[in-house]
């Protein structure tokens, strides 16, 4: 169902209200809901941070639109919260960063076959395949470390295989930095794309940021200290897409629709009700929040948003199992290398990051240790081992 | 309401959807892997981190000059007092988290639909109060031997990572009677071995009236065991259709404090 974002008023700011027992309530469950509720609450949840991170800068460098930004601000706040709060205590921080890995390529491959600009649909390409390769490294420490089955949080979704290795995914700044797309010429789906990923991998750097430290095996805090690099790598990337002659407010209004947009997607797919209820209170309240900025945005530049925003948006952002897709892509792509805005099929690099490259993995390419030798198997590798061979011993140490 | 062992919409195994799941194992299965080595590589990794790693902190130092002396005293003759104390400073921290364990569980005691045999309030109270003594009691030794006991020893520290997940159990509304006490079967198994070593540690340094103070308190512990062998025991035969006459129907009903 196509939503008209211009006769949807939602719900006004001034209405828009939570309880702590609302923010904190029961989360879903991680064995009996889809993976892809994981996904939707994952996702929301980078889409409200990154709204947070906007409107704090926007209004660090905007002294007349401070109140606004922050009454808009204090309910982002509080709706990313509660979506936030949906993650259950028994998930543990490898178990998210599974589904976080799960949303990075599922919502890439979909978002890369709905988008209609060729370059952007090929950097999504180009990113999905490492994130794909995250996945498995993840899935293996998983395995490894804690003796436990990724697919018990992908649910059969998603692939775990090799994608792009990790360790040659280290690239000079250089060779991150992308072409943006033309504010002027560029479709408003392609805008909501880039803001959704900019966002979904922003969440997911500041994840791993955070919850990297908290793990006690040496060789997992160094995983996680790679793939956030990483990490850091594809906001780059994802955000470059961006225009930067974009003025604030239209940068504002975007982002509103991005969120529209989004929690519109989830309530068209998901199945769990008491959570398909919290986000259409959420499409509800962002749909207020952008007919706020609409005025804004009219009274501030005197132009309409309809410049700028699509008058019936797009269809739903597909939340399934894109497997096939990504097969496709990484049997022809995953040789692709970045030269500076450029991907070549032919593995052409810069020296600068073969530099680069070479003096972070040296001496040791943690995610390549983690993952040596790896196959996943239903029940994890030790299924597969005779019981004498199974654990793996270090030589003996002299003390 | 609903029970954890009801039959429900589980989606974590390969059977919950054997289409996906055949082709995940089968993709994995065909793709080449593109690093050598097995996971030999992470335990050399690990063992070079163990070998050169320090330790997650130390001893604090003692609190008065008769400690002081003591420690002294005690070190020329080949003894080693701070593993004593860092042993008494585990067994500090760990009683007193299990008060607050017990008080959790009396949370789910009022939610719970119990069989026949299992806890009581009068009996869990009376082991979230022994543990409070223990708590004291351990607070009166480390001060005797001229510790501090507000301090985190570097054994209470890494007591409180393993007991961090037993914590989570108890405090998770979701979570039951039955699961709780699984949880405390570990931490009440624990018990027992470590007030064994702590009076052995405590007539190791001639310390015989607190020796006899911990033996008591193992007697207490080892009442603890027993008891909460029996609920599990119960709880969980009783669950299955196994116990010979529940009192109430059933014991796993979700608690809601």
New interface residues.
């Given amino acids: 169902m196509s939503l008209d974002i211009f006769n949807e008023r939602g719900v006004p700011l001034d209405k828009q209200r939570f309880t702590w027992k609302e923010l904190a309530g029961p989360p879903f469950s991680k064995?009996?809901?889809?993976?892809f509720t994981r996904v939707r609450v994952i996702l929301m949840n980078g889409i409200m941070s990154d709204a947070l991170r906007f409107l704090h800068v926007f209004g660090r460098r905007n002294r007349e639109l401070r109140l606004p930004l922050a009454e808009v601000r204090r309910v982002s706040h509080h709706q990313q919260t509660m979506v936030n709060w949906l993650n259950?205590?028994?998930q543990s921080a490898i178990e998210t960063t599974i589904g976080f890995e799960q949303v990075a390529i599922e919502v890439t491959a979909a978002l890369a076959q709905h988008e209609p600009d060729a370059y952007l649909a090929q950097n999504y390409r180009f990113g999905l395949l490492e994130d794909f390769d995250h996945l498995y490294r993840f899935s293996a420490l998983m395995d490894?470390?804690e003796g436990k089955d990724a697919?018990?949080?992908?649910?059969?979704?998603?692939?775990?295989?090799?994608g792009r290795?990790t360790a040659v995914e280290h690239r000079a700044p250089i060779d991150d930095v992308r072409r943006s797309y033309d504010r002027q010429r560029t479709a408003p789906l392609t805008k909501l794309n880039a803001l959704t990923l900019v966002a979904s991998e922003f969440q997911t750097h500041d994840y791993y940021m955070n919850v990297g430290p908290t793990f006690?095996?040496?060789?997992a805090r160094m995983v996680y200290a790679e793939i956030a690099s990483i990490e850091e790598q594809h906001v780059t990337q994802y955000s470059s897409l961006l225009d930067p002659d974009e003025t604030w407010l239209e940068q504002w209004l975007l982002h509103e629709a991005m969120q529209v947009y989004n929690y519109h997607s989830c309530l068209e797919q998901e199945s769990n009700p008491r959570i398909r209820g919290i986000w259409q209170r959420f499409l509800d309240y962002e749909l207020g929040q952008l007919h706020v900025v609409m005025e804004h945005f009219k009274q501030v530049e005197g132009r309409d948003p309809a410049e700028i925003l699509p008058s019936t948006f797009p269809d739903p952002i597909k939340f399934t199992?894109q497997?096939e897709f990504v097969?496709q892509t990484l049997a022809r792509e995953v040789g692709f290398r970045a030269v500076g805005p450029d991907l070549f099929a032919d593995g052409s690099e810069s020296e600068a990051s073969r530099l680069y490259r070479s003096q972070l993995n040296t001496p040791?390419s943690?995610t390549?240790?983690?993952?040596?030798?790896?196959?996943?198997?239903?029940?994890t590798?030790l299924v597969s081992l005779p019981a004498a061979s199974r654990v793996?011993?270090?030589?003996a140490?002299?003390? | 309401m609903k029970k954890p062992t009801d039959l429900g919409t589980n989606r974590t195994g390969v059977l919950a959807s054997p289409v996906d799941s055949k082709k995940t194992a089968e993709g994995a299965a065909s793709t080449p892997l593109v690093d050598d080595g097995g996971p030999i590589d992470l335990a050399m990794e690990r063992s070079s981190w163990a070998n050169d790693a320090e330790p997650v902190g130390s001893m604090p130092l003692p609190t008065s000059i008769k400690g002081a002396v003591k420690t002294t005293i005690d070190m020329v003759r080949g003894h080693h007092p701070t593993v004593f104390l860092d042993k008494l400073g585990e067994r500090l921290a760990f009683e007193r988290t299990g008060v607050r364990l017990y008080e959790a569980l009396l949370i789910k005691l009022d939610a719970a639909e119990l069989h026949e045999g299992g806890p009581t309030r009068a009996e869990i109270e009376q082991i979230r109060d022994d543990e409070l003594r223990h708590f004291d009691e351990l607070r009166a030794a480390m001060e005797s031997l001229g510790g501090d006991p507000t301090a985190m020893t570097p054994c209470a520290d890494v007591a409180g990572v393993a007991a961090a997940g037993v914590v989570k159990v108890l405090a998770d509304p979701r979570t039951t009677l039955s699961q709780c006490l699984d949880a405390l079967l570990m931490v009440e198994l624990v018990d027992n071995d470590a007030w064994v070593l702590l009076a052995e540690l405590a007539d190791g340094f001639g310390q015989k009236e607190m020796a006899d103070r911990f033996r008591v308190a193992l007697a207490d512990e080892e009442e603890h065991l027993l008891l909460v062998r029996r609920w599990v025991n119960r709880g969980v035969t009783g669950q299955a259709g196994l116990a010979a006459t529940p009192a109430r129907p059933d014991q796993g009903h979700p608690a809601n404090p």
Avoid: C, F, K, M
């Fill in positions: 064995i009996d809901d889809d993976a259950p205590p028994d490894r470390v697919n018990n949080i992908l649910q059969s979704y998603t692939d775990i295989q090799p290795p006690a095996d040496p060789v199992s497997r097969r040791v943690p390549t240790v983690i993952a040596a030798g790896y196959r996943w198997l239903p029940g590798e793996a011993t270090a030589p140490t002299t003390h």
